[in-house]
């Protein structure tokens, strides 16, 4: 009687799965026969011709960007540009660069490349490529103009300060290095850079970056993941296998469903896990990047020091689509060794009205132990074991580090200023009311949400006779209290307007070189490895 029970009791259960599962694709099913229909009759009955892939696309895009940015779907051209920035190898002439409607604008060249080769500069136009003017042409059809096999050849005009010239060049294989640069700091400490987690290169480079610093005398590191915004998994492991011994757990990830949840365990004999090592992290680092400095921290086996991460703990995963589209969705969160989860933003509980997502570090933030006994907390990124203290950034820099404003002023004060030191260059207090009277005066890129909104309401006055004064006054004001509010952070912008510069004038390898000898996290770092006794309190390994 008692197992007739259960087996009835069961029999519910499953009825109630397969019931729950068949509502759920009768819904499904139900949306997208909703969407067919309403794009054949909109295509039929539409005043204007519709372009069917961008509406699909920017109807799924749409729909995806309401659950987390990084779930994201990628159409064929989509799927490639994805493909190269994972693997880091493509071809092309060497730079990086944004579109706007004159064509497109350099804003980085890479050194030894063909655009470096044919004397390009940041801050070039290119307005036309092999007889083809890009005037108004959209950002898909852009982004193939300076793309091909290497040695394809491209014959370009470009606009430089309101002069045209003529510049001819041949695509080249562009490998992007994830470890830009690397080198010792002095006769024991090395310093390694990784910008970026691509798929097999990265564990390489860095591998290959401390044996070739090893041979040079190096027994304590500096290991500098600022601004990195993460990538491979897999590499994130590996390199975290770097330090510490084989068979380690470095990071679960736990999902929805059996098959997105795993533990990732250390699988080689690693490089070195007695040496010294501080990791860098700031506001930037992301990721690959918090997996390989929470495991470190959690391990006991380096000093984090810096800002604290940006706190995303989800973890991604490609689909195949059909016609040769891709689904990037986020499958599952991920653990470090003692079970913290560091993810910032709760995109589950986003407020429907104010489109508002909380943070998780604002609420109840849990407490964990490494291996040493030490106690560290879950939620919003990685906490430094030593905080590099800068301001915290207000909403009107934060508009201002997305805009193009910096980078304009870079390459305008390069043009005016003759000589640019590569490794004495400091960008000052004084030097920072040049960049206020240029904000003034000349950027028209960095625009607040304040000033939009009121040029959008002078613009809709049909009657403006007697208040241009008025407007002109009010306009004033609100861009002087946009440069009050930035420069509250101004400790945030002399470094990030000085790295701009040195980039500009002397590549990234001339940036880092003056980083190397200038950068007060780096001396931080450098002091307290110096400091034996204080390393070994901060790790209680003593």
Sequence with gaps: MKNRKVLFLGSIVIIGILFSFQSRFFEIAKQIEIYNNLFKILNINYIDEINPGDVTDKAIKNTLKSLDPYTNFYNEQ?????????EGEYGGIGVTSYYTKKGIVLSEIYKGFSADKAALKAGDIIINVNGQDLKNLERSQLSQVLKGTPNKELIL????????????????????????????????????????????????????AIKKLKEKGMDKLVFDLRSNPGGSLFDAVNITNLFIPKGKKVVDTRGKIKKNSRT????????????????????????????????????????VMG??????????????????????????????????????????????????VPKFSEGVVNKFTTQNGRIVYDGGGVTPDIKIK??????????????????????????????VDSLNFSFDSQKFNTFKTYLYSTDTSFVTKEEKMFKRA?????????IQKDYDNILKKLQQQKVTEITKNKDVLLAKIEKEILKLSYYKE?????????DKTIKQAVSLLKN???YNKILKTE
């Design 264 to 303: 990732y365990k250390t699988n080689r004999e690693p490089l070195d896990v007695e040496m010294p090592v501080v990791v860098l992290i700031d506001d930037r680092s992301a990721s690959a990047s918090e997996i390989v400095s929470g495991a470190l921290q959690d391990y006991d086996r380096a000093v």
């Design 157 to 208: 005009k470009v606009n430089r300060k309101g002069e045209n010239i003529n510049v001819k060049l041949k695509l080249d294989k562009i490998i992007v290095n994830p470890v830009p640069f690397y080198d010792m700091i002095d006769k024991e400490t090395g310093y390694v850079v990784l910008t970026q987690f691509t798929s097999q290169k990265a564990t390489e480079e860095v591998a290959k």
């Design 510 to 518: 001339g940036m880092y070189k003056h980083q190397l000898k200038n």
């Design 390 to 419: 800068y301001s915290e950034k207000n909403k009107t820099t934060k508009a201002l580090l997305k805009s193009r404003a910096i980078f304009n002023f870079a390459t305008d004060y390069i043009q005016k200023e003759t000589a």
């Design 307 to 356: 800002e604290r991460s940006f706190g995303k703990g989800l973890v991604q995963r490609y689909f195949k689509l059909n016609y040769g589209t891709q689904m990037k969705a986020t499958i599952s969160k991920y653990y470090t060794p003692s079970g913290r989860c560091i993810q910032e933003l709760d995109y589950a509980n986003r407020d429907s009205k104010t489109g508002k």
């Design 532 to 534: 034996k006794n204080r």
């Design 458 to 466: 002078y613009k809709t006055l049909k009657n403006k006779i007697g």
């Design 78 to 86: 989509d799927v490639e540009d994805a493909r190269i920035r994972r």
